[in-house]
């Protein structure tokens, strides 16, 4: 038996028989597996000392049966860790490092900045997307994470900020409250198809079985993404609405300029 490869850093390793497929070659034997960084590297004794470096971009997923921990690579290999006390954990540290939340909000047009009046309607508009960013950066499990963005919690959110916005503007129930919370709703329409596209991809994450759960969540997290990026053109639209004195008359008016921006 061949001395194994010394693994890069000063971290935690584990012990353990690995079974895989990796490019084309069938791997068993004894090896020593560590999370550094962004990558796993296995550090095999068998069939030739070798490092095995496996970047978590190339996961595709990782299922945990209570015995054998698979890695489901994006080219279609696979990697088998098995016969050692401490895999479950392994198993939730590589879920939170892949899982880490990506910053949603820096491409932003109209989120925060001067030329889309910041105010009250401002952050009560985008309160709940981020309240739900604050909850997933806070952790790196994907459970917790779709929780945060639940699609249905996020819509009845903004259906009712839109009621409240059209309230405030018109206190006496009337044809002018009704007729500004139907223009509030339109603008808002394609946040509401993105929320419900989030949805399916939450439930695609949610179903999945495992082997490319990893791959399903970096969808979803795109479609968040998404999601913030139709609140903010929403909230750009619904600023001339909301500050036009005219009301309902000056509706005309508004949907010429919004033809014309670019």
């Known amino acids: 038996m061949s001395r194994a490869p010394r693994i890069e ?10 079974q895989a497929l990796w490019r084309g070659e069938e791997l ?16 095999l004794l068998e069939p030739r000392a070798r490092l095995v470096v496996v970047a978590l971009g190339e996961l595709d997923g990782a299922t945990w049966d209570g015995a ?12 088998e860790l098995r016969d050692a006390p401490h895999l479950a954990g392994l198993a939730a540290r590589l879920e939170a490092a892949v899982c880490a939340f990506p910053e949603q909000t820096l491409s932003l047009r109209g989120f ?30 994907v459970a917790t994470q779709l929780g945060a963005f639940d699609a249905a919690r996020l819509r009845a959110h903004a259906e009712h900020t839109l009621v409240a916005f059209a309230q405030a503007r018109h206190p006496r129930e009337g044809a002018d409250q009704r007729a500004l919370h139907a223009e509030l709703e339109e603008v808002a329409a394609p946040y509401a198809a993105q929320l419900a596209r989030l949805e399916v991809a939450a439930a695609h994450v949610t179903s999945d079985a495992g082997d490319h759960r ?3 969540w970096r969808d979803w997290t795109r479609q968040v993404g998404r999601a913030f990026h139709a609140a903010d053109d929403a909230w750009l639209a619904m600023v001339p609405v909301l500050g036009d004195s005219r009301g309902a008359s000056g509706r005309l008016w508004r949907r010429l300029l919004r033809r014309d921006r670019p």
């Open 9 to 18: 850093g000063d971290v935690p390793a584990l012990d353990v028989r690995v």
């Open 28 to 43: 068993a034997g004894a090896a020593r597996v560590a999370l550094i960084d962004d990558a796993v590297q296995l550090a």
């Open 68 to 79: 054998v921990l698979a890695l489901h690579v994006t080219a279609g290999d696979v990697l």
């Open 112 to 141: 925060g900045s001067e030329r889309s009046a910041p105010g009250s309607d401002h952050d009560r508009w985008f309160d709940a997307l981020l309240v739900a960013r604050g909850v997933a950066e806070e952790t790196r499990t």
């Open 214 to 216: 990893y791959a399903r």
